[in-house]
């Protein structure tokens, strides 16, 4: 039986608190925000450890990004992860999600076989969910969405997973290869190893990928490949708020309390 | 710049809303995604047509025709009686290629979603996923997507000119729903999908189907950040009182105290109550854009200078393990919601 092989889907993102719009130039300043791995994504990493636990095999790590993404990636690596695959040009710059998905699918090309493709529920900065059944319509192969257990059949023909949704659940089975994407805080992303760091974060364990490197359609990547453009950028509006203050003993308070909710009902 | 399949010579002037069902009802987002449609439909002068899928669930059109759709796109199939991501795209993949509809909206619901991000590529068409409002330009016939990004704090217009069809998604509670009229017509049009064996890759094992809230819905919210230590009983009653329900920010949610469907913001739940009380919630600005929609909001934060009280309408600096309470025993005296209103009918 050949190894089972998971690719793991991983993005740096802004912490979503530090992010401002510039007034003057109305483009996003990033450089005030520090940088982090998209949480949903540890989880779908932590899936992918897991499963490689259990079954053996090995974790390549994919993303798309300038090069500074290169340090956080790393902590993928000192948590098990195997390999990472980064693909960075500034080509690839303005991608929405059919460029993105696209770009990340002749990465999977080129990495070569796989089992499955794992990706967080969503990123903290785009927030859609669109990039898990993208890749999975580019690959043409099935996809189990917002999974939050799974098992692989012992062949490793199938993969089984459990769904929630709406209060309950579902159990899928898709054949392998399949795109997983993994809902969010399902699991505890493990810590990193402390003697795997020194390999993490100094050894020759990232491949780099430019354009050229791979075989893609330029009409199909960055800004030309993106159907959806930008026409404005503002910080959102805040409805404006009394902000009054209600004083007194707890059980003063908890009488106009009453009043307003009575009046609002 | 590469093409979509469908070209905007070649378009059908209409707005497409996708007709999420399940178990004989349609969802109520897809309602509120006609109830909008139907209002920017009238303003540019084009019809309003609906996709429904599935299988033996044509009396379903006649909900649409009162939600204001001119026309239902009806698919039945055995192999659609579920949702299966393969088949629906499959669908829809061959309906919109043969009716090419400029404008194809869906609501951002787990289904939705990957329905949306399948059919786009296929299409290779553009996508404006989770967005928090939607103009049509009447003289372009562009269609305008606002999304908020970076957990809430930023707003994007954005747009496709060159791809068909416009796709959108957005989530449910963001619109309202509006009835156009009880007894309206419309125009019922049966499609004929092929679905041959092996297309659908998914397999459905296992299914429960749970009550499941719907916050989207609630008239008043009551909800508990990191500042309640997990005491969520405490809410739950008053939340109960009130005939209302009890949500959460992210913290209490990843800890186990509360189920997720609970959770409001950004990545959680948008809700519009009529009243939201907040409790011991700082305010993070993920949360904050889950309650902007609220006519009326009461924080309870021990900090005064918590971010939560420049959004809330009445703030009350105390620890919200001692106001609520003293508010649920208030308004058990007082008999709960039901005679909070009544009493408010009477002052009328």
Not at chain 2, 10 to 27: G, R
């Amino acid at each position: 039986m050949p190894e089972l092989h998971s690719i793991v889907c991983m993005k740096i993102t802004p912490k979503p608190e530090e992010i401002r719009v510039d007034p003057q130039t109305m483009l996003l300043d990033r450089e005030t925000a520090r940088s982090e791995i998209n949480p949903p994504d540890m989880n779908a990493l932590e899936m992918a450890l897991a499963l490689k636990d259990q079954h053996g095999g090995r974790v390549s790590v994919l993303s798309m990004g300038p090069p500074f993404f290169e340090p956080h990636l790393r902590v993928g690596l000192a948590m098990g992860a195997d390999w990472v695959y980064l693909l960075s040009d500034r080509k690839f710059a303005g991608a929405d999600t059919l460029a993105t998905t696209y770009t990340l699918v002749q990465g999977i090309k080129q990495i070569g076989e796989f089992d499955l493709i794992f990706c967080g529920e969503e990123s903290s900065d785009g927030a859609t969910g669109q990039v898990p059944p993208g890749l999975a319509e580019w690959l043409d192969i099935g996809q189990l969405t917002l999974i939050n257990r799974l098992e692989i059949s012992d062949r490793q023909q199938f993969a089984r997973g459990r769904r929630e949704v709406k209060g309950g659940y579902e159990i899928l089975e898709v054949p392998l290869p399949a795109v997983v994407s993994v809902k969010t805080a399902s699991n505890e992303p493990r810590f990193m190893d402390y003697d795997r760091k020194p390999w993490a974060f100094s050894g020759d364990n990232i491949t780099v990928w430019t354009s050229a490197d791979l075989d893609l359609d330029p009409q199909l990547i960055g800004l030309p490949g993106s159907p959806t453009i930008v026409t404005g950028l503002a910080d959102a509006p805040i409805r404006g708020r009394r902000r009054e203050f209600v004083t007194g003993r707890p059980d003063e308070i908890a009488q106009k309390l009453a009043d307003l909710i009575g009046e609002a009902l | 710049m590469a093409q979509s399949l469908c070209e905007v010579d070649s378009e059908e002037p209409a707005i497409w809303v996708f007709l999420e069902q399940e178990d004989q009802a349609i969802e109520n987002v897809s309602l509120e995604l006609l109830s909008k449609a139907r209002q920017m439909a009238d303003e540019i002068g084009w019809p309003l047509v609906g996709l429904l899928m599935g299988y033996r669930i044509s009396e379903l059109a006649e909900l649409a025709f009162s939600y204001g759709a001119n026309e239902v796109v009806l698919a039945e199939h055995s192999a659609l009686a579920q949702f299966t991501v393969d088949g629906f795209t499959h669908a829809a993949y061959q309906i919109l290629m043969e009716r090419k509809p400029s404008v194809f909206l869906l609501g951002a619901t787990p289904n939705g979603r990957d329905l949306a991000g399948r059919l786009a590529v296929r299409l290779r068409t553009g996508l404006n996923a989770d967005c928090t409002d939607l103009r049509l330009d009447k003289g372009r016939g562009v269609l305008v997507s606002e999304v908020s990004g970076f957990g809430g704090g930023v707003l994007a217009l954005i747009e496709m000119q060159k791809h068909r069809p416009q796709m959108a998604t957005v989530r449910p509670g963001v619109f309202q729903v509006r009835l156009a009229g009880p007894k309206r017509n419309g125009q019922l049009t049966r499609f004929q999908v092929g679905i041959r064996e092996g297309l659908i890759r998914t397999k459905i094992v296992e299914q429960f189907k749970g009550r499941g809230v719907d916050l989207t819905q609630a008239q008043v919210l009551v909800a508990g950040g990191r500042g309640v230590d997990g005491n969520f009983e405490m809410l739950e009653e008053l939340a109960r009182l009130l005939d209302g329900e009890v949500g959460a920010t992210r913290p209490p949610v990843d800890e186990g105290h509360i189920e997720r469907e609970r959770q409001i913001g950004q990545t959680g739940v948008i809700c519009r109550p009529k009243v939201a009380i907040t409790c011991g919630i700082s305010g993070a600005f993920h949360f904050v854009v889950g309650i902007q929609e609220a006519e009326l909001v009461i924080a309870i934060n021990t900090d005064p200078e918590a971010p939560i009280f420049d959004y809330a309408d009445y703030c009350i600096v105390g620890d919200a393990k001692e106001i609520v309470p003293a508010l649920t025993e208030v308004i058990r005296k007082r008999g709960g919601a039901p005679s909070l209103q009544a009493l408010e009918v009477q002052h009328a």
